[in-house]
């Protein structure tokens, strides 16, 4: 018998993506910043300046949350001047359900977008379904069993105007408490992916990924492309990543809590074959919570 509910399809793998990909600013100035009124409703106001193209762009976000009810409801307003609501209930309905409401409207192009979602998690099953209404309509629907560690899942769109499968992936791995393996099948199966992520001890991680394009351009260099990483607690307040792919690109990764609430991340992206050209990118990342 199952003991745990399975992490969502999105969720397969995420170990390995985090470690490669997260805390690796690059390319940009990020600034967050996170508090809580005394009624319980969170602001998160983000801002984000594209170091190349000098772009800046922000979102002002809030979320509520009634925890006796199950309902969360969050609103954002980006500079882009996107208006998105976001209605959530969960388990009031039965044990495990979660309903979704999401809709989203851009005023100065006169569109808008509207998508219902259940979410549906009991032990060894996890399951989603959305419907975008202005999209097609098009169902989206995924899920993942699992049992004494192992994980299977499929996921599939189906757009309902033009009456045909718009995508579909599926995933197998295993987790455990210290290492996880993963396998994808992307794409409408175009796409296939193996993944790995160990927690070799309290301080240290380690991690790969692989990925085949059976679509790629024939005749390229590197028909897989890999990449591994590690990341290394320095002290409770500090770590620092590194990452390498089959390309030569190397990324360096150093995050530093200054003190409680407050946390500066820096990043670098090195593309060692082309060391004497304007090819490597660096970032920095500023959090401040409350």
């Known amino acids: 018998m199952a003991k745990s509910v399975p992490v969502p399809f999105a969720d397969l793998g995420k170990s390995t993506n985090d470690l490669l990909g997260k805390d690796f600013p690059v390319g940009h100035t990020k600034l967050e910043l996170k508090t809580v009124a005394p009624n319980g409703v969170t602001f998160n106001v983000l801002g984000n300046k594209d170091n190349k193209s000098g772009h800046i762009n922000g979102e002002l976000k809030t979320k509520y949350v009634d925890y006796k009810n199950g309902l969360t409801v969050t609103e954002a307003w ?4 996107l208006l998105t609501t976001q209605i959530e209930l ?10 979704d409401i999401t809709g989203g409207f851009l005023p100065s192009e006169g569109k808008k977008n509207a998508k219902v979602g259940v979410h549906y998690k009991q032990l060894g099953f996890n399951t989603r379904a959305y419907l975008d209404l202005f999209k097609g ?7 993942v069993v699992g049992r ?11 757009d309902f105007e033009g009456k045909y499968i718009t995508r579909f992936a599926a995933a197998a791995g295993y987790t455990a408490p210290e290492y996880s393996v993963a396998v994808h099948a992307t794409n409408s199966f175009k796409v296939f992916s193996a993944s790995y992520y160990h927690r070799i001890n309290a301080d240290l991680e380690a991690g790969g990924k692989a990925v085949y394009d059976s679509k790629a351009e024939k005749g390229a260099k590197a028909p897989v492309a890999l990449e591994v990483g590690a990341k290394y607690y320095l002290d409770r307040d500090a770590f620092v990543k590194a990452k390498v792919n089959n390309a030569g690109v190397v990324g360096l990764g150093y995050t530093q809590a200054l003190r409680k609430g ?12 082309k060391l004497d050209q304007a090819a490597h990118k660096v970032g920095v990342s500023f959090v401040f919570e409350a």
């Open 262 to 273: 407050v946390k500066v991340s820096v990043g670098g992206l090195v593309d060692t074959t």
């Open 148 to 158: 004494d560690g192992f994980l299977v899942g499929g996921d599939v769109a189906y």
């Open 137 to 143: 309509p098009t169902f989206t629907g995924d899920f």
């Open 78 to 81: 980006t500079t882009g001047n």
């Open 90 to 99: 969960e388990n009031k309905v039965a044990k495990g359900l979660k309903l």
